[in-house]
DNA sequence: AAGACGAAAGTGGTTGA
DNA sequence: TCAACAACTTTCGTCTT
């Protein structure tokens, strides 16, 4: 699907408002969408089973991949005829060690928690479906190469998740993240280091751009002060007045410098709350930004 | 009266010895 | 492991609209 607006493909289903949203330019093409996802919630893999009705096609957010080999229990080969006595003892050992690999491992009951959690936050935090295969996959890594011991399996997931937005460009702050997950921001940042570390993957610097679209349509702010706010952004970037700052203060200030400019003022408090940051950090930002970039606010 | 501005002190996290 | 450090927050007084 298209933005009829931009043209971009980089769509969003903010299912908290039931919106679709272009990410990229931040207009809606459609309200009241319907939520797709199950009306029901499970626990645990077995009331997964009861309630979910429909089959899936294969996914890194089902424990097995949705791919699993079954050795049935009546001895007989594909033509109906009964095995050997010597292919038989061999089926009930196969059957046995492939009960205990695959089912009751431990690999495989943290992943159907940790899947579920995952499900639950990407649900809350209205996350694209890539991003949750994504986020998944990576979680699979993780297990894999043992580096979940000793650590809470939700602390991981929020990590993972933490990891694929930014990676993806619709990054959510730790305070979003830390909410609806219940960790504290610092245990997510800690074991985000840690398996970008572990895993070695290339996380780029979160884009100040990337936020502008979200506080702009939540401050009610139109299309234009969106383009404002990103140009400035981006002469901000190329006289390097971002780096070592958080990327948030100052898609915050570009988006209250943008909106004082063409008329469409909103209070600093205003726009901080929709940030989560101060009114005094985006003064910081917002009197750099005025300096370096030469803006001359009309009065 | 509310918002904008900025100084000063405090906080939590990173970095380098 | 600890101290220095930068970014950010909290708090508060003053100025502007």
Redesign the pocket.
Known sequence: MRCPECGSTAIIRDYKRGELVCSNCGYVIDENMVDFGPEWRAFDADQRNKRQRTGAPIKYTKPNKGLVTEIDKYNRDIRGSKLPSKSQSQMYRLRKWHKRSSISSSMERNLTIALSELSRISSTLGLPNNIREAAALLYRKAVEKGLIRGRLIESVVAAVIYTKCRQYGIPRTLDEISEVSGIP??EI?RTY?FLKKELGVDVPLTNPIHYVARFASELELSGEVQEKAKELLGEAITKGLIS???PT?VAAAAVYIAGVILGE?R???EVADVAG?????I??R??ELKRELGIKIAG
């Open positions: 921001k610092k940042g280091r070592g700052r958080g203060g003022r209070t600093q408090k940051v101060t009114e005094v950090t003064r910081n917002y009197r």
